[in-house]
């Protein structure tokens, strides 16, 4: 093979050279997908750290202090290392493939965006065996616990955070010149699948926020290395303000996280259903207008802080409306399955699982945008079951499908169904007894972020970490699942893997080959 | 590269840079801005030059004041007076009363802070020991004092206005001895 990629038997120092090297899309893309499949693992670690902990009332397993830099470490690894990466590597191996373009516009560049993904994280990691111990802060890290209070390790936070935005900003601006100067002839915007449409949507806000999370943390740096007191009220600053510019980056960030993950299922869907997308338009506009108001919402996150009552009232009004585009596509899904002739392959599963699971945690989310309502649920394991029926169910799902979805494309394996129909019940299951409890300890005024509870907690934390270790022991599941379809999975040749599934990357042979489109299709 | 890709990278790269620059020098001081302008927050303003105000000897307001030490703060602080009730328009002093505790000598820097919201704009201070830092050396005490104005304009909903101050230590942060600064 004059192109191919170098294997194994060609030694290790090639085969090493090929990954470090590589600037093929489907490389980058691949080891994006295991890097965030190691993150997610070792994030869930965390988490299982956490509620074995929580397991019993009282400290049983670890030092509160440890339990600080858990919950901090769970959040972080699982946003910037878990999911972001995750939909990076989706995009990477997906986008060129379904806009019919032979490779990233900027190859070079996307090798580097991924390769120092890899330092960011050996840095915030590494802080927990450090003295002092890891950042300990939560993973919204507000001012002054982060600055005055820190752990001196802060400083490789900072540092850490400052290279994953580096990374995520070059990725999305690769991203957004692939898709916007590379689609093949005849492709026009408002042919592109969803997954491009959300994804073009999703790195444009990245490229807008990623950079003041950059500025956040960089305002840290100075108020704690350099004197200065942009939070620091003691110098005419304000912790406040940190919130603001926080969630200022962090609103946006839970619809960066979020949008992919409609775009996976929006191609899922219609695929098992053996009929086109409902309302694809209508998707591309919803998509907009949610990414438009993220960036005027973020106060919701501070209702807490003492706003004036006008200031409540507009975030909590602006929170509302993105109910609207958000329920056009739950609606939209629905009934793309509506008369469809369904079937329930693993994909399929997780998407219906995550349109349902999604929707639940959206109306938690419209409770939590009641301003009044808000100062009761705030801080409280409500928020924890919010956020996560979204980012697990939401992200996490979405993820898992899109990879049993695109596998066979991948390695020309077939996964086996059994095994991943086994893999969602446990999951979905223990997804639920994990976090549905975890909405009655909230309620009943269960604080998050905290090593120990209250004797009338004890029932339901048991459940839900009963719960959490079940939702664990499905992620070996699905490791072993993947493995075992590289290694000896049936072989599938077809190039439409999958009865009703439309698009260009079906039009290539399976296995996907290393280069693919290096004569543009011609779209109708 | 193809120039398409240079240019849509070029822009692209100009808008990051433009979002940090503008997270990182103009979020704060427009932050600053709208807390001044609203009032949010409780912010008063810096020194006020007095002009010549008519007193509005009809109307009465309870002002409160409050002292807190930040965490960590051993100095004692507190208002020598904890209520005054004064006319819009009138000016007074009031003076507060610090002591180093320690044996150490300390600077220290007072944040002012206005309740309710809508009177922050209206609370004026011609002298204040929080325009400068405090410098006391091991042992010392000393009276800070305030000189304010109610504006006659301020809010007919307002009767009592609760002025608190919450006293830092800068010490480490100051780079001149104390002696220099006494």
């Given at each position: 093979?004059?192109?191919?990629?170098?294997?194994?038997?060609?030694?290790?120092?090639?085969?090493?050279?090929?990954?470090?090297?590589?600037?093929?899309?489907?490389?980058?893309?691949?080891?994006?997908?295991?890097?965030?499949?190691?993150?997610?693992?070792?994030?869930?670690?965390?988490?299982?750290?956490?509620?074995?902990?929580?397991?019993?009332?009282?400290?049983?397993?670890?030092?509160?202090?440890?339990?600080?830099?858990?919950?901090?470490?769970?959040?972080?690894?699982?946003?910037?290392?878990?999911?972001?990466?995750?939909?990076?590597?989706?995009?990477?191996?997906?986008?060129?493939?379904?806009?019919?373009?032979?490779?990233?516009?900027?190859?070079?560049?996307?090798?580097?965006?991924?390769?120092?993904?890899?330092?960011?994280?050996?840095?915030?990691?590494?802080?927990?065996?450090?003295?002092?111990?890891?950042?300990?802060?939560?993973?919204?890290?507000?001012?002054?616990?982060?600055?005055?209070?820190?752990?001196?390790?802060?400083?490789?936070?900072?540092?850490?955070?400052?290279?994953?935005?580096?990374?995520?900003?070059?990725?999305?601006?690769?991203?957004?010149?692939?898709?916007?100067?590379?689609?093949?002839?005849?492709?026009?915007?408002?042919?592109?699948?969803?997954?491009?449409?959300?994804?073009?949507?999703?790195?444009?806000?990245?490229?807008?926020?990623?950079?003041?999370?950059?500025?956040?943390?960089?305002?840290?740096?100075?108020?704690?290395?350099?004197?200065?007191?942009?939070?620091?009220?003691?110098?005419?600053?304000?912790?406040?303000?940190?919130?603001?510019?926080?969630?200022?980056?962090?609103?946006?960030?839970?619809?960066?996280?979020?949008?992919?993950?409609?775009?996976?299922?929006?191609?899922?869907?219609?695929?098992?259903?053996?009929?086109?997308?409902?309302?694809?338009?209508?998707?591309?506009?919803?998509?907009?207008?949610?990414?438009?108001?993220?960036?005027?919402?973020?106060?919701?996150?501070?209702?807490?802080?003492?706003?004036?009552?006008?200031?409540?009232?507009?975030?909590?009004?602006?929170?509302?409306?993105?109910?609207?585009?958000?329920?056009?596509?739950?609606?939209?899904?629905?009934?793309?399955?509506?008369?469809?002739?369904?079937?329930?392959?693993?994909?399929?599963?997780?998407?219906?699982?995550?349109?349902?699971?999604?929707?639940?945690?959206?109306?938690?989310?419209?409770?939590?945008?009641?301003?009044a309502a808000d100062i009761q649920y705030h801080d409280t394991y409500f928020v924890v079951a919010h956020f996560h029926y979204v980012m697990v169910a939401g992200a996490v799902f979405s993820g898992t499908a899109a990879v049993?979805?695109?596998?066979?494309?991948?390695?020309?394996?077939?996964?086996?169904?059994?095994?991943?129909?086994?893999?969602?019940?446990?999951?979905?299951?223990?997804?639920?007894?994990?976090?549905?409890?975890?909405?009655?300890?909230?309620?009943?005024?269960?604080?998050?972020?905290?090593?120990?509870?209250?004797?009338?907690?004890?029932?339901?934390?048991?459940?839900?970490?009963?719960?959490?270790?079940?939702?664990?022991?499905?992620?070996?599941?699905?490791?072993?699942?993947?493995?075992?379809?590289?290694?000896?999975?049936?072989?599938?040749?077809?190039?439409?893997?999958?009865?009703?599934?439309?698009?260009?990357?079906?039009?290539?042979?399976?296995?996907?080959?290393?280069?693919?489109?290096?004569?543009?299709?011609?779209?109708? | 590269?193809?120039?398409?890709?240079?240019?849509?990278?070029?822009?692209?790269?100009?808008?990051?840079?433009?979002?940090?620059?503008?997270?990182?020098?103009?979020?704060?001081?427009?932050?600053?801005?709208?807390?001044?302008?609203?009032?949010?927050?409780?912010?008063?303003?810096?020194?006020?030059?007095?002009?010549?105000?008519?007193?509005?000897?009809?109307?009465?307001?309870?002002?409160?004041?409050?002292?807190?030490?930040?965490?960590?703060?051993?100095?004692?602080?507190?208002?020598?007076?904890?209520?005054?009730?004064?006319?819009?328009?009138?000016?007074?002093?009031?003076?507060?009363?610090?002591?180093?505790?320690?044996?150490?000598?300390?600077?220290?820097?007072?944040?002012?802070?206005?309740?309710?919201?809508?009177?922050?704009?209206?609370?004026?201070?011609?002298?204040?020991?929080?325009?400068?830092?405090?410098?006391?050396?091991?042992?010392?005490?000393?009276?800070?004092?305030?000189?304010?104005?109610?504006?006659?304009?301020?809010?007919?909903?307002?009767?009592?206005?609760?002025?608190?101050?919450?006293?830092?230590?800068?010490?480490?942060?100051?780079?001149?001895?104390?002696?220099?600064?006494?």
């Open positions: 093979m004059a192109h191919g990629p170098a294997t194994l038997a060609d030694g290790w120092v090639k085969y090493a050279s090929r990954w470090l090297f590589t600037t093929n899309h489907k490389d980058i893309g691949t080891l994006y997908l295991w890097f965030s499949f190691a993150m997610f693992i070792l994030g869930g670690s965390f988490a299982m750290i956490i509620r074995a902990e929580l397991f019993q009332p009282g400290m049983q397993l670890i030092k509160p202090e440890f339990f600080n830099q858990m919950t901090t470490m769970h959040g972080l690894v699982m946003v910037f290392g878990a999911i972001m990466p995750a939909f990076v590597g989706l995009a990477n191996w997906l986008i060129p493939m379904m806009i019919g373009a032979p490779d990233m516009a900027l190859p070079r560049m996307n090798n580097l965006s991924f390769w120092i993904l890899p330092f960011a994280f050996a840095i915030l990691v590494a802080t927990l065996f450090m003295e002092g111990g890891g950042p300990n802060f939560g993973w919204t890290f507000y001012a002054p616990l982060s600055t005055t209070y820190a752990p001196d390790t802060v400083n490789y936070f900072i540092f850490g955070v400052h290279i994953m935005g580096a990374s995520s900003i070059m990725g999305s601006i690769n991203i957004i010149a692939t898709i916007m100067n590379m689609r093949a002839p005849g492709m026009t915007y408002m042919k592109m699948p969803m997954f491009v449409w959300t994804w073009l949507i999703t790195a444009f806000l990245l490229v807008a926020v990623m950079p003041v999370l950059a500025g956040a943390v960089t305002m840290m740096l100075m108020d704690i290395n350099f004197g200065t007191s942009f939070f620091d009220a003691a110098g005419g600053g304000d912790p406040v303000l940190f919130q603001h510019i926080f969630w200022f980056f962090g609103h946006p960030e839970v619809y960066i996280i979020i949008l992919p993950a409609f775009g996976v299922v929006s191609q899922i869907i219609p695929t098992f259903s053996r009929k086109p997308l409902f309302g694809y338009s209508s998707m591309v506009y919803a998509t907009a207008s949610i990414a438009f108001m993220s960036f005027i919402v973020w106060a919701h996150h501070m209702f807490t802080v003492g706003m004036p009552i006008a200031g409540e009232l507009y975030f909590m009004y602006a929170t509302m409306l993105i109910a609207v585009p958000t329920g056009v596509k739950v609606f939209n899904w629905i009934t793309t399955m509506y008369k469809g002739s369904l079937t329930f392959e693993t994909p399929m599963l997780f998407s219906i699982a995550f349109v349902i699971l999604f929707t639940f945690g959206g109306f938690t989310g419209l409770m939590l945008s009641i301003a049993y979805y695109w596998l066979p494309k991948w390695c020309g394996k077939m996964y086996n169904e059994t095994m991943g129909k086994v893999q969602f019940w446990i999951a979905f299951i223990g997804f639920n007894i994990t976090f549905m409890p975890q909405h009655f300890l909230g309620l009943a005024g269960m604080p998050r972020r905290y090593a120990d509870y209250g004797l009338q907690f004890a029932d339901w934390n048991m459940v839900s970490s009963i719960g959490a270790f079940m939702y664990g022991a499905a992620q070996i599941l699905f490791l072993f699942n993947v493995v075992r379809t590289i290694t000896h999975g049936k072989p599938v040749d077809k190039p439409e893997v999958w009865e009703g599934a439309e698009g260009l990357e079906w039009t290539v042979p399976t296995p996907a080959p290393y280069h693919t489109f290096e004569k543009p299709p011609q779209v109708k | 590269m193809e120039t398409s890709h240079r240019s849509l990278l070029a822009k692209l790269l100009a808008l990051a840079v433009a979002m940090f620059l503008f997270a990182v020098f103009l979020l704060p001081p427009l932050y600053d801005l709208f807390c001044e302008i609203t009032g949010i927050g409780g912010r008063t303003d810096g020194k006020y030059e007095a002009v010549v105000l008519t007193v509005d000897t009809s109307r009465q307001v309870e002002v409160q004041f409050v002292a807190a030490n930040n965490a960590e703060m051993p100095w004692e602080f507190y208002p020598l007076e904890y209520r005054v009730m004064v006319h819009p328009g009138e000016s007074r002093a009031v003076n507060f009363f610090a002591r180093n505790t320690t044996s150490e000598d300390m600077i220290a820097q007072a944040i002012p802070n206005v309740l309710p919201n809508n009177a922050a704009a209206y609370f004026h201070k011609t002298a204040c020991f929080c325009f400068a830092n405090q410098p006391l050396g091991a042992g010392e005490q000393a009276e800070l004092g305030l000189v304010f104005i109610l504006d006659p304009d301020l809010p007919k909903s307002v009767n009592t206005v609760t002025l608190s101050y919450t006293l830092f230590d800068i010490t480490d942060r100051s780079t001149v001895a104390v002696s220099q600064v006494q």
